[in-house]
């Protein structure tokens, strides 16, 4: 089977943001990227598939060129294809991310055999983005491409022999099951598997992977960043009521005042 993998450089889960003077975008003088987590068990998946069924697993990223850093990880991980749409940098909104996504998998797909081209049996995205967090890209291009679709996902089953793709969502007190045709769209939730950690040999034969670079081409759509603000910071203080035995009154009078005696 054939498996695209869409995955998204940003800013590293954790890292304090800052906004630029004039508050369009994000200050990345000290920052380190990675992919979104969600995105990291949708490149396992595919790993996983492929290992499981055969063929070959394609990661593709709209960004950046230093969005390659993403690709080759993927590539490390056993993804053995990769895609890079580069722009200049600059937030694209979801509308012409989507549409320049959609072209570049009809692209790819067109393409002879002897060129990596076919037909993508699953199109794999994250739920949402770490950074943004719209959830719109995956259904606008499973839109455009006219592809069934399902998101929050947390478990994959492939039927080679029927064609079809089963998948898995949790709801409250249970779950759903979604049968559908391929080829398909699925937006993955983090705890769908456990992402593997590159092995130094995997992470040596992903320098060796031809990364295919395509100019991004999609037409803005109607959503425009107006301003980014800064959340106002959340301080918290220790304070320390005593050491040993002369805390004791300390202590109760707090819980006194807590409500709790």
């Known amino acids: 089977m054939r498996i695209l993998v869409c995955v998204k450089r940003v800013p590293a889960p954790g890292a304090k943001i800052n906004i630029t003077a004039d508050e369009q975008s994000v200050d990345t003088a000290h920052l380190g990227f990675a992919m979104s987590p969600h995105e990291e068990c949708a490149v396992e998946e595919a790993v996983q598939l492929i290992e499981r069924f055969g063929g070959d697993a394609t990661v593709l990223t709209l960004g950046p060129p230093e969005a390659e850093e993403q690709l080759r990880y993927s590539a490390s991980l056993g993804i053995q294809h990769a895609v890079l749409l580069t722009t200049d940098g600059t ?13 570049a998998v009809a692209d790819l797909e067109a393409r002879p055999a002897d060129d990596g ?13 770490a950074d943004a967090g719209g959830f719109q890209v995956g259904v606008r291009v499973a839109h455009a491409l006219g592809r069934p679709i399902v998101n929050a996902i947390k478990g994959i089953e492939v039927d080679l ?24 769209v ?13 092995t130094m040999k995997g ?23 107006l301003r980014l603000l800064q959340p106002a910071q ?6 320390t009521l005593g050491i040993g035995p002369e805390a004791a009154a300390a202590v109760v009078d707090l819980l006194d005042e807590l409500g709790v005696l």
């Open 161 to 184: 022999d029927a064609g079809t793709v089963t998948a898995k969502r949790d709801i409250d007190g249970g779950f759903e099951i979604y049968s559908l045709p391929v080829p398909a």
């Open 234 to 239: 959340q301080e918290s203080t220790t304070v």
């Open 203 to 225: 992470r040596l034969a992903s320098k060796k992977v031809p990364v295919t670079v395509l100019e991004a081409d999609g037409a803005a759509g109607g959503q425009r960043l």
């Open 91 to 103: 937030a694209w909104d979801p509308q012409r991310t989507a549409r320049a996504i959609a072209s």
């Open 117 to 129: 081209g076919g037909r993508f049996d699953l199109i794999l995205f994250g739920n949402e983005s």
């Open 186 to 198: 699925l937006g993955v939730k983090e705890g769908l598997n456990l992402p593997r950690y590159p």
